[in-house]
């Protein structure tokens, strides 16, 4: 049957304003959006099912505003032209995209186009507060449906309301979030895929989490319970991306060794890699203490694992426990990164900074440990920013603590909060020094060495190197936020504040691009012909430091980690008597 209407379905990824109040966008990005991937992947298996009847055809439209403009207007004019047949969604919307996801939705709700919001913020929002805390009025105000947990067997009901003109202004599904296994896979075309750099993608195999870090948002949104996609899930998806070309992927679950599946999707990912030819590369986030379940990391590298992050968060026992992070073991951190490096697979590490223990002073030494003593390529460092959604700002927002109120800034890289031992002038002041302290000359020069010593791809660890070293000076955003060449339009400023002149804007934006790239050509010609010394250095194999020296039985009394950071020495201590009644030791 030949369809008679066409269902507009327009799904966009906010981006968020940057200090100056525009529009964060790039020619090309670096980080996939895995909620785009997820709803699409849902979307069009509704489309397939016909859930608006056999008479109605869907055109899915993604939009990533990281790397693609919201062109309102000519998005308005496609629906008017079917009849303002259709629905705007606000995909996986944080709370420092929720500002401008609300700008993003005015034009289309003061057209009348039925507008639903979802993501962490309303999900967080409406999980751990009244429901009507941290501006979600703003919602109601303007008639924007806001949708909290995910959408697997749930995009149908806001569909046919859409369609009906009758969205709730509420669809909450926080205490009934489903399985996962033989749900639609997460899926963009290529056409979407394209505008990030090195064609990557990226899929969720798990959501959940047992443990109750403070800070964390995840476990008061997607639960507790863990759940996960199956083997077959995962091949299914690896399968209909390699169809279209695109074999890289970001696998953004919390923790991928939590996944009690892990080693059934390893090795179909293996067999995928060894039998069937598909040269899978794979970035996946894991815990400090994967190290110790039998095989993991080397089916991992079997599996296509290049890059893996670690939240660290902090090398301060105190401060893990103060944030109920006790599953990060410091007296672990070494053994974990050494085994990594054995199968030369590039670390990244999240690092926080803002814990009550925290000074300037400590953050400044603590750096100079983790550069000497842990055998770790690239640091994310993050504020302790009170997330919606999170224990820390439920607490906070109960007493009536003062929070800044401008959600544009919960992006973990500026200060929200007060702190009990820093200023805030001091914290931010720390949180840009913590970056040049870092990715010093010396140290990026050590990195690379430490790289051909133990077989991690020197290129691939410079390419990474560049965009952390170079992303908060260049840029003044966070390198997960970064991409290739900025984009800004006057028009696309932050409602209240001035739209500037075209003659001011432009030759402006002109020279700082210049400068900025200029700049960045000498720090990428720096690391080259660094790279290019050490490959020819014939001892370049033997390198050894501190940090890549074999574990040893007196390493909690010679090395600085385990000795001068605050807690540590109570963390040695409880290892070795758990070993001694274990007789362990």
Same mark, same amino acid.
């Given at each position: 049957?030949?369809?008679?209407?066409?269902?507009?379905?327009?799904?966009?990824?906010?981006?968020?304003?940057?200090?100056?109040?525009?529009?964060?966008?790039?020619?090309?990005?670096?980080?996939?959006?895995?909620?785009?991937?997820?709803?699409?992947?849902?979307?069009?298996?509704?489309?397939?099912?016909?859930?608006?009847?056999?008479?109605?055809?869907?055109?899915?439209?993604?939009?990533?505003?990281? #790397?693609?403009?919201?062109?309102?207007?000519?998005?308005?004019?496609?629906?008017?032209?079917?009849?303002?047949?259709?629905?705007?969604?606000?995909?996986?919307?944080?709370? #420092?995209?929720?500002?401008?996801?609300?700008?993003?939705?005015?034009?289309?709700?003061?057209?009348?186009?039925?507008?639903?919001?979802?993501?962490?913020?309303?999900?967080?929002?409406?999980?751990? &507060?009244?429901?009507?805390?941290?501006? &979600?009025?703003?919602?109601?105000?303007?008639?924007?449906?806001?949708?909290?947990?995910?959408?697997?067997?749930?995009?149908?009901?806001?569909?046919?309301?859409?369609?009906?003109?009758?969205?709730?202004?509420?669809?909450?599904?926080?205490?009934?979030?489903?399985?996962?296994?033989?749900?639609?896979?997460?899926?963009?075309?290529?056409?979407?895929?394209?505008?990030?750099?090195?064609?990557?993608? %990226?899929?969720?195999?798990?959501?959940?989490?047992?443990?109750?870090? %403070?800070?964390?948002?995840?476990?008061?949104?997607?639960?507790?319970?863990?759940?996960?996609?199956?083997?077959?899930?995962?091949?299914?998806?690896?399968?209909?991306?390699?169809?279209?070309?695109?074999?890289?992927?970001?696998?953004?679950?919390?923790?991928?060794?939590?996944?009690?599946?892990?080693?059934?999707?390893?090795?179909?990912?293996?067999?995928?890699?060894?039998?069937?030819?598909?040269?899978?590369?794979?970035? @996946?986030?894991?815990?400090?203490?994967?190290?110790?379940?039998?095989?993991?990391?080397?089916?991992?590298?079997?599996?296509?694992?290049?890059?893996?992050? @670690?939240?660290?968060?902090?090398?301060?026992?105190? #401060?893990?426990?103060?944030?109920?992070?006790?599953?990060?073991?410091?007296?672990?951190?070494?053994?974990?990164?050494?085994?990594?490096?054995?199968?030369?697979?590039? =670390?990244?590490?999240?690092? @926080?900074?803002?814990?009550?223990?925290?000074?300037?002073?400590? *953050?400044?030494?603590?750096?100079? *440990?983790?550069?000497?003593?842990?055998?770790?390529?690239?640091?994310?460092?993050?504020?302790? =920013?009170?997330?919606?959604?999170?224990?820390?700002?439920?607490?906070?927002?109960?007493?009536?603590?003062?929070?800044?109120?401008?959600?544009?800034?919960?992006?973990?890289?500026?200060?929200?909060?007060?702190?009990?031992?820093?200023?805030?002038?001091?914290?931010?002041?720390?949180?840009?020094?913590?970056?040049?302290?870092?990715?010093?000359?010396?140290?990026?020069?050590?990195?690379?060495?430490?790289?051909?010593?133990?077989?991690?791809?020197?290129? %691939?660890?410079?390419?990474?190197?560049?965009?952390?070293?170079?992303?908060?000076?260049?840029? #003044?955003?966070?390198?997960?936020?970064?991409?290739?060449?900025?984009?800004?339009?006057?028009?696309?400023?932050?409602?209240?504040?001035?739209?500037?002149?075209?003659?001011?804007?432009?030759?402006?934006?002109?020279?700082?691009?210049?400068?900025?790239?200029?700049?960045?050509?000498?720090?990428?010609?720096?690391?080259?012909?660094?790279?290019?010394?050490?490959?020819?250095?014939?001892?370049?194999?033997?390198?050894?430091?501190?940090?890549?020296?074999? @574990?040893?039985?007196?390493?909690?009394?010679?090395?600085?980690?385990?000795?001068?950071?605050?807690?540590?020495?109570?963390?040695?201590?409880?290892?070795?008597?758990?070993?001694?009644?274990?007789?362990?030791?």
């Amino acid at each position: 049957m030949t369809a008679k209407r066409r269902f507009q379905l327009v799904l966009i990824k906010p981006s968020h304003y940057d200090d100056d109040g525009y529009v964060i966008r790039w020619w090309r990005t670096i980080i996939p959006s895995n909620s785009l991937a997820a709803i699409y992947g849902i979307a069009a298996d509704c489309a397939e099912r016909q859930v608006l009847g056999p008479d109605v055809a869907f055109d899915i439209t993604v939009i990533d505003e990281t #790397n693609t403009s919201v062109d309102a207007p000519a998005l308005l004019a496609r629906l008017r032209s079917h009849g303002d047949f259709g629905l705007v969604g606000l995909i996986g919307v944080q709370s #420092n995209q929720y500002p401008r996801a609300l700008d993003i939705a005015r034009p289309f709700r003061n057209a009348g186009i039925p507008v639903v919001m979802g993501g962490f913020h309303v999900s967080g929002c409406l999980s751990m &507060l009244d429901g009507r805390a941290i501006d &979600l009025d703003a919602c109601r105000e303007l008639g924007i449906a806001m949708f909290a947990g995910e959408a697997e067997g749930r995009l149908d009901m806001v569909l046919r309301d859409a369609a009906e003109g009758q969205l709730a202004p509420v669809y909450n599904f926080m205490k009934d979030l489903p399985g996962m296994q033989g749900t639609p896979v997460p899926f963009l075309p290529k056409r979407y895929v394209a505008r990030t750099l090195g064609l990557s993608t %990226s899929f969720d195999a798990g959501r959940g989490c047992p443990y109750q870090c %403070s800070f964390c948002t995840i476990i008061n949104v997607q639960g507790r319970k863990s759940r996960y996609r199956s083997a077959d899930d995962v091949e299914h998806l690896v399968r209909l991306n390699w169809a279209q070309g695109i074999h890289k992927f970001f696998i953004t679950d919390d923790n991928f060794a939590r996944n009690r599946d892990w080693e059934a999707i390893f090795d179909r990912l293996i067999e995928l890699r060894e039998k069937d030819g598909i040269p899978l590369g794979l970035m @996946i986030q894991v815990d400090t203490l994967c190290h110790k379940i039998s095989n993991f990391i080397e089916k991992a590298k079997r599996a296509g694992v290049t890059r893996v992050f @670690i939240g660290l968060e902090n090398i301060n026992a105190d #401060n893990l426990a103060a944030a109920k992070k006790r599953q990060n073991k410091i007296t672990e951190y070494r053994s974990m990164l050494l085994a990594w490096k054995a199968q030369g697979i590039i =670390t990244l590490a999240g690092y @926080i900074l803002g814990f009550p223990a925290d000074t300037p002073e400590t *953050i400044r030494r603590d750096i100079a *440990i983790m550069q000497k003593e842990l055998p770790l390529d690239v640091i994310e460092f993050f504020c302790l =920013t009170p997330l919606p959604g999170s224990e820390d700002h439920q607490i906070l927002w109960k007493n009536g603590v003062s929070m800044d109120p401008d959600l544009n800034k919960y992006d973990v890289e500026h200060v929200c909060s007060a702190h009990p031992k820093m200023s805030k002038e001091e914290w931010e002041a720390i949180y840009h020094e913590a970056w040049s302290l870092y990715y010093t000359r010396e140290h990026m020069e050590t990195l690379l060495r430490r790289a051909a010593a133990t077989g991690v791809p020197m290129v %691939s660890l410079l390419k990474v190197l560049v965009t952390f070293a170079s992303a908060v000076t260049l840029e #003044n955003v966070h390198p997960l936020q970064c991409g290739v060449f900025r984009l800004k339009r006057p028009s696309e400023r932050r409602p209240g504040l001035p739209r500037e002149s075209s003659w001011i804007f432009w030759p402006r934006f002109a020279w700082e691009s210049l400068r900025k790239h200029w700049i960045l050509i000498g720090t990428i010609g720096r690391l080259v012909l660094l790279k290019i010394a050490i490959t020819r250095d014939p001892n370049a194999k033997a390198y050894t430091d501190r940090a890549l020296t074999p @574990i040893r039985d007196d390493d909690d009394e010679t090395f600085d980690l385990l000795t001068k950071t605050t807690g540590a020495r109570a963390a040695i201590a409880h290892v070795k008597k758990v070993a001694e009644l274990t007789g362990t030791h």
